[in-house]
Structures are given as structure tokens and as C-alpha cells.
């Protein structure tokens, strides 16, 4: 069975850091691109920062210059760096992957369950 499992979120103060990690497991042929989404309620679901199998980045215009995703091929893991955080940023950061099983000919979209972020003095 493919999941993905995140962890690292928690509570920081304002001007903090954090460091999220997501690592795809089971039987899978290959990763393609890995991402980071937020949810914070009463809002939608948005992109934060996607880095593809070849190192390509693109982020959010609201955490350029202060959010950094890399990814560990050789795990199938995932990480987005946060530095000076803002309680704008409190959110649900869930993980997302375009991966093919072992199983499959094809790529599907895979969702982690979610890793709470919160921003608060």
C-alpha cells in the first residue's frame, strides 16, 4: 500500500522555523514531482512550493524568499524548510506526490494526512 507520511509541524512563535518532512512508502515504480499544500480553515487548499524529479522548484508568491523544498530521491522524501514564520502561515501542510505504483502502468496523485503548523506568540 503507498502513503505518504508527514511530520515536524508544531506550534513556533512568530519569526521561527520549522522543517517538514514527507516520505512516500510501499511498492512504488518511481516519484515524479513532490509538493507541499496548506489548508487553514474556512480556507481553500493551496499550493506552497512543488519541486519535480529534476530539481525544478516553484513556490507561492506569499513564502518565496522565506520557504526552501528540497527532496532526497534515494528516501522518496520530501522536506520543506519554513524560516520567519508568520501566523499567516498557520495551516494543515499536507504533502502531495505524483508517484506510479509498482503495480500500475500509469501516475497517480497521492495525499499525505496532514501535519498541523501553528504561528502564535
Known amino acids: 500500500q503507498v502513503q505518504l507520511v508527514e511530520s515536524g509541524g508544531g506550534l513556533v512563535q512568530p519569526g521561527g522555523s520549522l522543517r517538514l518532512s514527507c516520505a512516500a512508502s510501499?511498492?512504488?515504480?518511481?516519484?515524479?514531482?513532490m509538493g507541499w499544500y496548506r489548508q487553514a480553515p474556512g480556507k481553500q487548499r493551496d499550493l506552497v512550493a512543488i519541486i519535480t524529479d529534476d530539481g525544478t522548484t516553484n513556490y507561492a508568491d506569499s513564502v518565496k524568499g522565506r520557504f526552501t523544498i528540497s527532496r532526497d530521491n534515494a528516501k522518496n522524501t520530501v522536506y520543506l524548510q519554513m524560516n520567519s514564520l508568520k501566523p499567516e502561515d498557520t495551516a494543515v501542510y499536507i504533502c502531495?506526490?505524483?508517484?506510479?505504483?509498482?503495480?500500475?502502468?500509469?501516475?497517480?496523485?497521492?495525499w499525505g494526512q496532514g501535519t498541523q503548523v501553528t504561528v502564535s506568540s
Open positions: 502531495n506526490a505524483i508517484l506510479r505504483p509498482s503495480i500500475s502502468q500509469f501516475s497517480y496523485y497521492y
Open positions: 510501499g511498492s512504488i515504480f518511481s516519484v515524479n514531482r
